[in-house]
């Protein structure tokens, strides 16, 4: 009997897949942050004279309302992966480091 808690190779792949889609996700998000100076989730915003403002640090910064939307759901989207990601890093097998 097999022992090694390791993964097989195709589940080794699959484990890699959902790392990079974590860490795509996080450089998305964080290029997003910079582009735009905040992020309009969670904090929502106002709709003013045809824009969106959005609160950050005592400043409001003014969204068009496609470009507000976006922002929503692209937090609401990193919000889900990353505890996708962290939830499959938890449960997934993985070799004992100080065995």
């Given at each position: ?18 790392v ?29 004279d ?16 496609g ?19 962290m ?13």
């Open positions: 009997m097999n022992s090694d808690p390791s993964p097989a190779p195709k589940s080794k792949w699959l484990v890699n897949a959902i990079m889609l974590g860490v795509a996700n996080f450089i998305a998000f964080m290029t997003h942050m910079l582009i735009d100076g905040t992020s309009a989730f969670p904090s929502g915003g106002r709709f003013v045809g824009q969106f403002l959005v609160s950050s640090h005592g400043k409001d910064v003014a969204f068009t309302v470009r507000y939307w976006f922002s929503y759901i692209h937090g609401i989207v990193f919000v889900i992966v990353h505890l996708a990601v939830l499959f890093g938890m449960l997934s097998p993985r070799k004992k480091a100080f065995a």
